[in-house]
């Protein structure tokens, strides 16, 4: 049997804006395994959002998936119904959003949303559901599971709601769980809990984890596996340590050496510069080349192809292919 939890092919998701479509995600492919965590990182506007809401199936009114293929557990997700996707969402995948109050419903109880999902997915009884929640409750680090149970989400801190919410998608058991920027409102030390939390989840339910982050600290921390999104385009993808130790896209060492280092004496910021461009902004070739400082004239009219220079790292560069002949 296969341990690969989620499979996407080729995916090609566009927004229709005045009346004309343009791609916001282009021919990415990837996979997620058991137990594996991956990684999704790049600027705001690359993509990583648009990307787990094709998965999803809760694109909005003016997008949609135009070719390719999403696969959980080997069963194609593209061309479901909303019913069935509903299904799916609730028995085998899970989301969780940076702002859990999005998600948790302000005028019902703890209790009711953590027990509502079990008996509506897994036919359990109230007693059963209650019993399965406070449990949860109770796994991710919640005293009090009791009388958390009986509390509103606005009783509650960002952290605690964000628990809340780990504990709701976990309880499900889901195949797949997709994490957007779960840790972004939290200070560093509930951060470094959820990060753990996680982990330890993972572990014992060998879920498969989509991670969504600007953070490379984040990073660092949880991912087994990095893809590197630039302007809806994948332009590398590896393990954690080779994109660490041996990042090779521009844009991966641009992203890399953005990030200040503490430990240097001179605490200086490099920012890559120019600016990130706009879904209706054409441009040929790599999308990157406007902002790279190696660009050459086949960069600007050639669209690079995702070449395996070690095992398992993958790379779209014009530069490095030539480096490597």
Not at 120 to 141: C, R
Not at 177 to 199: F, H, R, S
Not at 266 to 271: D, K, L, V, Y
């Amino acid at each position: 049997m296969s341990d690969t939890v989620l499979e996407v092919k080729n995916l090609v998701t566009t927004f229709r804006i005045n009346k004309k479509e343009y791609p916001v995600i282009r021919d990415i492919s990837f996979e997620i395994h058991e137990n594996e965590t991956l990684c999704m990182v790049g600027e705001s506007g690359c993509g990583k959002s648009v990307t787990t809401l094709s998965i999803m199936g809760l694109l909005p009114e003016n997008g949609a998936v135009r070719s390719g293929s999403i696969k959980l557990c080997g069963e194609e997700l593209l061309g479901m119904s909303p019913r069935q996707l509903g299904q799916v969402r609730g028995k085998k995948m899970g989301m969780i959003f940076q702002e859990p109050m999005t998600s948790l419903n302000p005028l019902l109880t703890i209790g009711y949303q953590l027990t509502e999902g079990l008996r509506q997915h897994l036919g359990m009884s109230k007693a059963e559901a209650h019993a399965t929640a406070v449990s949860y409750l109770e796994k991710v680090g919640i005293a009090n599971a009791e009388e958390r149970m009986k509390q509103y989400p606005f009783q509650l801190s960002g952290g605690l709601r964000q628990r809340i919410m780990i504990a709701m998608m976990m309880s499900l058991q889901p195949r797949l769980l997709i994490a957007d920027e779960p840790t972004t409102a939290l200070d560093v030390t509930i951060q470094k809990q959820v990060l753990l939390l996680l982990n330890r989840l993972k572990q014992d339910m060998k879920t498969g984890i989509l991670f969504i982050t600007h953070d490379l600290g984040v990073v660092a921390q949880i991912a087994d596996r990095v893809i590197v999104l630039y302007s809806g385009s994948k332009v590398e993808e590896g393990a954690t340590r080779q994109i660490f130790e041996n990042p090779l896209h521009p844009y991966t060492n641009g992203l890399i050496a953005a990030v200040p280092n503490v430990d240097s004496d001179e605490f200086e910021i490099r920012p890559i510069p120019g600016t990130f461009p706009s879904i209706t902004e054409e441009i040929g070739g790599c999308r990157f080349h406007p902002r790279c400082p190696y660009a050459t004239e086949r960069c600007r009219q050639e669209v690079p192809q995702a070449l395996e220079y070690e095992p398992g790292h993958f790379v779209a560069c014009h530069k490095v292919e030539e480096e490597n002949k």
